[in-house]
């Protein structure tokens, strides 16, 4: 029955308030700091401009006083796994053992090591664990709150051109108040089911089958109730006189402070430089 | 300027996203398969029915937060890429809705005769692979006599569904198999340019993985949908029927 108690508890990053300075930035800035240093990552492909990439976000991880020891716990399941695809990776990667400078280190049959192999293994690697530490500092240092708040507030220019900033909000809003509930109702309908001895967990050689229509019974009474809320939801807004965003204002103001620029500025220049250093070569 | 069809589709949006969030970041969002990876994915599901009952724009915004979800949730590399993980989710929710909107009002007559289209393509694809010799001038036959075989099977049971069963039920199935494959394609696609995967290996991928989750994907599609919608024939529960 354990088994079942662990939907309600879902969290898409869990917020650990430590009080830093991070925590207290405004959320639209973390966003776009967030955004700007994760296109940073992705179009960085050198050693050591992703290495120093890796050093500043992990900096940051430790100046918000998260649990970096905590974070890095969450790969363990997953590690034989990135381990064996990593080492896919590195003997039938071809794509760019053509690149300019890359010299064959092993050649066996179709397997073919170049520099070019490892520095993409290597670098995807790299890119990955700072991906995973951006993340957790976006979502660990912001209430989910904030997160929407600063996203409706970032969408807002572009209401004039046409796009729903303001619904768009609202739906994550609406879609984070209702994960624990539905979280609630799956756990409901699984015990409910697991009383009339359907168990969750299949077995037998139909198992794809089986998984299909076991996801289908849980899945389907899953869709209807929410269905039915919503339909409360949109009655009870229409009650309260719900009319979009236009003239709305709101209970808490964001506003910039001066240490908001001053990581904006800084994550910009990280920014120029990333860019710069794809001209220069670097090792 | 905001009428309840407004509200509705806001609403409906947010509990498909809850939905999405619940599946993506449970592991009840997948389901045991016999494929090396072990799990086919229903979390994409909300953006397809999404997709279908709400329209284009919220199958659009229901895949971007079931990519954003894989993309936080990700301990592999390769969805650690937003490129990955992000921009193909969107597509999701579109392709199944534009499917469905092109075929909706479509006959039976009308959808044997795509059907009929649908297996000359493939067969003239197959013909293609086959008299086109690779580079070391050699034949492939296996995989043109796969896609033969198999495209001739699909069709062949569709047509048979299509003769006995509603045909707005057969067109939701068509829709969530688009839906499914445009996850399955175009994130293996981006993990093959992006270098994380040979095409080999992501073709192996495809087979293993995508095939499982278009069936999964309509199984529970339509499920949900004539649930929902009211669609075809349902056997009423004994029960009900009691006289008393």
């Not at chain 1, 003997?91 to 092993?106: C, D, I, K």
């Not at chain 2, 199958?59 to 979800?69: R, S």
């Amino acid at each position: 029955m354990a088994s079942y108690q662990a939907l309600r508890h879902v969290s898409i990053g869990q917020y650990i308030p430590t009080g830093s300075a991070i925590h207290r930035l405004d959320p639209r800035i973390k966003l776009v700091c967030f955004a700007l240093l994760m296109a940073c990552t992705v179009i960085i492909s050198s050693y050591s401009g992703s290495l120093a990439l890796l050093v500043l976000i992990t900096s940051a991880t430790l100046a918000a006083r998260l649990p970096l020891g905590y974070l890095l716990k969450s790969l363990r399941p997953a590690l034989p796994f990135i381990l064996v695809l990593s080492l896919l990776q590195l003997l039938f990667y071809t794509s760019g053992s053509g690149a300019p400078g890359a010299r064959v280190l092993f050649e066996r049959g179709v397997i073919t090591i170049t520099t070019a192999s490892v520095q993409a293994v290597v670098v995807a690697l790299i890119r990955f664990l700072g991906l995973l530490l951006l993340t957790s500092l976006l979502t660990n240092t912001t209430t989910t709150g904030d997160l929407t708040h600063g996203i409706e507030h970032l969408l807002r220019p572009l209401t004039r051109l046409g796009l729903p900033g303001h619904e768009l909000a609202l739906v994550c809003t609406i879609a984070l108040r209702f994960v624990p509930i539905l979280g609630e109702q799956a756990e409901a309908i699984l015990l409910a089911q697991a009383s009339r001895t359907i168990t969750p967990e299949p077995h037998g050689v139909r198992k794809l089958v089986d998984g299909a229509t076991r996801g289908a019974r849980l899945v389907v009474p899953l869709f209807v109730d929410a269905y039915r809320r919503s339909e409360e939801l949109v009655l009870a807004m229409q009650a309260r006189c719900y009319h979009g965003g236009r003239g709305r204002t709101q209970w808490r103001a964001l506003r910039l402070a001066p240490r908001d620029l001053v990581a904006l500025g800084l994550v910009i220049l990280i920014l120029v430089g990333t860019i710069l250093s794809r001209t220069i070569v670097l090792p | 300027m905001y009428d309840e069809r407004g509200i509705r589709r806001v609403v409906n949006a947010g509990l498909l996203l809850a939905i999405t969030l619940l599946l993506a970041l449970t592991r009840i969002g997948f389901i045991p398969a016999p494929t090396p990876a072990g799990n086919a994915t229903i979390a994409h599901i909300p953006a397809i029915v999404g997709g279908l009952l709400e329209g284009p724009l919220v199958g659009l915004i229901v895949g971007l937060g079931f990519g954003f979800a894989s993309f936080t949730q990700a301990t592999v590399p390769m969805f650690k890429d937003p490129l990955v993980a992000i921009l193909p989710r969107l597509f999701i929710g579109v392709t199944a809705a534009y499917t469905y909107l092109a075929l909706r009002q479509a006959t039976k007559a009308q959808l044997k005769a795509l059907l009929a289209v649908l297996l000359a393509l493939l067969l003239y694809a197959a013909w293609r692979i086959y008299a086109t010799p690779n580079e070391d001038g050699s034949q492939s036959v296996l995989i043109p006599v796969l896609i033969a075989v198999l495209g001739t099977a699909l069709v062949a049971g569709l047509y048979l569904w299509l003769g006995k069963q509603d045909p707005r039920i057969v067109v939701v199935a068509m829709a969530a198999a688009v839906g499914s494959l445009t996850n399955t394609i175009l994130v293996l696609g981006m993990a093959s340019l992006r270098g994380y995967l040979s095409p080999a290996v992501a073709l192996t991928i495809g087979i293993t993985h995508g095939i499982p989750e278009v069936i999964i994907a309509a199984i529970i599609v339509i499920a949900v949908v004539a649930a929902l919608r009211g669609l075809g024939q349902r056997k009423r529960s004994r029960v009900s029927q009691a006289p008393f």
